[in-house]
């Protein structure tokens, strides 16, 4: 029976007083705790980073390699200002610091907290030196303690860093790192360094071995070098032998990358003379000039596209890409015109006196030249790349620049486009009828003298636009044209004087003979090989690789 006046107890009472306490116990000791643990992790930060400031090098080598082992990121900032000379010691304390410039004081922040500690000028600190050895410790500390990063470009560096380095002591972070990895660029990095670094460090040779195997699969000089210094030095006498096999794969591989690479390069140049000769090759054959000033015409398309750039920059510069999609037909109409107003003042005198003509037109390319230098001087003009230009498509050994790419697609659709033209439009079949035969072409009503000023206008004009493709690889100066004029007669005699097909096998031909040659003899000396070489196919092809018939031969 119940006592009165005693209020009924509820079962739960008893359980919630004792869990309210502790659940308050438990924050209380979270509060606590968390401020002390991170004191803690400081101060066992802090007599590491503090002896980063000794004299002594193998101690800086010591703390720096003791930093790394914690894993702790707020390491990364002190070692990478050690790295890059910003780490110094406060010379009226002896406080360690880390400097940023700021006009003509230092700002100081402590070395693990970043918080401010005042300004010094740069008498009034002593800046922490670091030699070749110790620098490159803090490159491998520092790409291990940001495997974990989460910018996978911060992860990819330090993977390299870690592969560079071979520092033992970071394979079992690396291989935490490469387990979570997901992008597939830098997990190709990070399997790299973990092949290494167990090639070189595994107690077991058969695990030696299959790291070395590992490796053979990757065309990467740096490789090579690794397998080489393994197949010298590495003790067990089956782990040399595989070295030296994967050795000799890895440089088969090297090799064919690198004749894709001079592929590439090749082409790259060749379409560079071919837009700079195709031109030429059109006033060449139509007119029989040799234009000596045609050069002048790809500096100009060049300066156009400088200019055309400059409007951007001042007038839309949110609209910088598509300049150079402007400055292609401005570059177009301009050397144009300006070739059209050349044949009308002087070239149309000249017809039938070569000797004058070369001499006529290598005097006007003076003059323009110098012209150029009076408006813009003598200096070299930036050109820049779109952003859709810059960059490069990396492939590992082999890097494509975006720029060379365009380029190679440019030339190509400007020789497929003037090939339309002269095949499929009335003005390009009276074009082959002047060609074949002048006379005859006169006496059937085709204006000669009007189809000679658009040709040489046409010529210009194709010019101006391989300006427009050089300003995005070369500098712009008003010395640009005559680095091609040569290369470009060379590429329109090689192929057949007036042949568009002649045009492009022989600027694609010298430019892969450039750049196969160019390892072995130097720039120098493969141009002059190669003019030595079609100096010979000449005395033998006199009219080239595809000789046109028509009123060469009737002359």
């Given at each position: 029976?119940?006592?009165?006046?005693?209020?009924?107890?509820?079962?739960?009472?008893?359980?919630?007083?004792?869990?309210?306490?502790?659940?308050?116990?438990?924050?209380?000791?979270?509060?606590v705790v968390r401020p002390v643990g991170a004191q803690e992790a400081a101060a066992d930060l802090d007599p590491l980073v503090r002896q980063l400031a000794d004299r002594d090098f193998a101690a800086k080598i010591t703390a720096v390699e003791a930093l790394g082992a914690?894993?702790?990121?707020?390491?990364?900032?002190?070692?990478?200002?050690?790295?890059?000379?910003?780490?110094?010691?406060?010379?009226?304390?002896?406080?360690?610091?880390?400097?940023?410039?700021?006009?003509?004081?230092?700002?100081?922040?402590?070395?693990?907290?970043?918080?401010?500690?005042?300004?010094?000028?740069?008498?009034?600190?002593?800046?922490?030196?670091?030699?070749?050895?110790?620098?490159?410790?803090?490159?491998?500390?520092?790409?291990?303690?940001?495997?974990?990063?989460?910018?996978?470009?911060?992860?990819?560096?330090?993977?390299?860093?870690?592969?560079?380095?071979?520092?033992?002591?970071?394979?079992?972070?690396?291989?935490?790192?490469?387990?979570?990895?997901?992008?597939?660029?830098?997990?190709?990095?990070?399997?790299?360094?973990?092949?290494?670094?167990?090639?070189?460090?595994?107690?077991?040779?058969?695990?030696?071995?299959?790291?070395?195997?590992?490796?053979?699969?990757?065309?990467?000089?740096?490789v090579r070098s690794l397998l080489a210094t393994i197949a010298a030095a590495d003790t067990d006498a089956n782990v040399r032998e595989a070295a030296a096999t994967a050795q000799r794969h890895v440089e088969q591989r090297l090799a064919l990358w690198g004749v894709l690479?001079?592929?590439?390069?090749?082409?790259?140049?060749?379409?560079?003379?071919?837009?700079?000769?195709?031109?030429?090759?059109?006033?060449?054959?139509?007119?029989?000039?040799?234009?000596?000033?045609?050069?002048?015409?790809?500096?100009?398309?060049?300066?156009?596209?400088?200019?055309?750039?400059?409007?951007?920059?001042?007038?839309?510069?949110?609209?910088?890409?598509?300049?150079?999609?402007?400055?292609?037909?401005?570059?177009?109409?301009?050397?144009?015109?300006?070739?059209?107003?050349?044949?009308?003042?002087?070239?149309?005198?000249?017809?039938?006196?070569?000797?004058?003509?070369?001499?006529?037109?290598?005097?006007?390319?003076?003059?323009?030249?110098?012209?150029?230098?009076?408006?813009?001087?003598?200096?070299?003009?930036?050109?820049?790349?779109?952003s859709w230009m810059s960059g490069a498509l990396d492939l590992g050994v082999l890097t494509l620049t975006y720029n060379r790419i365009w380029i190679i697609v440019f030339s190509i659709a400007v020789f497929a486009a003037l090939m339309l033209l002269i095949r499929a439009?009335?003005?390009?079949?009276?074009?082959?009828?002047?060609?074949?035969?002048?006379?005859?072409?006169?006496?059937?009503?085709?204006?000669?003298?009007?189809?000679?000023?658009?040709?040489?206008?046409?010529?210009?004009?194709?010019?101006?636009?391989?300006?427009?493709?050089?300003?995005?690889?070369?500098?712009?100066?008003?010395?640009?044209?005559?680095?091609?004029?040569?290369?470009?007669?060379?590429?329109?005699?090689?192929?057949?004087?007036?042949?568009?097909?002649?045009?492009?096998?022989?600027?694609?031909?010298?430019?892969?003979?450039?750049?196969?040659?160019?390892?072995?003899?130097?720039?120098?000396?493969?141009?002059?090989?190669?003019?030595?070489?079609?100096?010979?196919?000449?005395?033998?092809?006199?009219?080239?690789?595809?000789?046109?018939?028509?009123?060469?031969?009737?002359?």
């Open positions: 029976m119940a006592s009165v006046g005693t209020a009924p107890v509820s079962p739960r009472g008893p359980l919630v007083r004792p869990l309210v306490v502790a659940v308050l116990c438990l924050l209380l000791a979270l509060l914690t894993g702790d990121t707020r390491a990364v900032p002190v070692l990478d200002a050690m790295l890059t000379g910003r780490l110094a010691v406060r010379s009226a304390d002896g406080r360690l610091v880390i400097t940023e410039s700021r006009g003509s004081v230092l700002l100081l922040t402590d070395p693990l907290s970043g918080a401010e500690v005042g300004e010094a000028d740069k008498s009034a600190v002593d800046f922490i030196a670091v030699n070749n050895r110790l620098r490159g410790v803090l490159r491998g500390t520092l790409g291990g303690l940001t495997l974990l990063s989460p910018d996978a470009g911060r992860r990819r560096e330090a993977a390299d860093a870690v592969f560079r380095t071979r520092d033992s002591a970071l394979l079992p972070l690396l291989e935490r790192a490469a387990a979570r990895e997901h992008d597939a660029g830098v997990k190709s990095r990070m399997d790299r360094a973990l092949a290494a670094l167990r090639a070189l460090a595994a107690p077991d040779p058969a695990q030696r071995i299959a790291a070395v195997t590992a490796l053979r699969n990757l065309a990467d000089p740096e690479g001079n592929v590439f390069q090749g082409v790259s140049l060749g379409s560079v003379l071919l837009l700079a000769a195709v031109g030429l090759a059109i006033t060449f054959g139509v007119m029989g000039v040799i234009n000596m000033a045609h050069g002048e015409m790809v500096m100009l398309g060049a300066y156009t596209t400088y200019v055309v750039q400059d409007l951007f920059r001042t007038y839309a510069p949110g609209a910088f890409d598509f300049s150079v999609l402007v400055a292609i037909p401005s570059a177009f109409l301009v050397t144009a015109l300006i070739g059209i107003l050349i044949e009308r003042s002087i070239i149309r005198f000249l017809y039938g006196r070569p000797l004058e003509t070369l001499l006529a037109t290598w005097g006007l390319s003076l003059v323009l030249q110098q012209a150029v230098r009076s408006i813009f001087g003598p200096s070299n003009r930036e050109v820049g790349n779109p439009s009335g003005f390009g079949l009276q074009m082959r009828a002047v060609t074949q035969n002048r006379r005859m072409a006169a006496a059937m009503g085709i204006r000669t003298g009007r189809v000679d000023a658009l040709t040489f206008g046409l010529g210009s004009g194709i010019a101006g636009m391989a300006g427009v493709a050089l300003s995005q690889i070369d500098n712009v100066s008003p010395n640009l044209g005559q680095s091609y004029i040569i290369d470009s007669f060379m590429v329109v005699v090689f192929g057949g004087v007036g042949n568009l097909w002649g045009t492009l096998v022989g600027a694609l031909t010298l430019g892969l003979a450039n750049k196969f040659l160019e390892p072995y003899a130097g720039a120098v000396l493969a141009k002059i090989l190669i003019l030595v070489a079609i100096i010979l196919f000449i005395q033998k092809r006199p009219r080239g690789l595809f000789a046109l018939r028509g009123r060469a031969v009737e002359t």
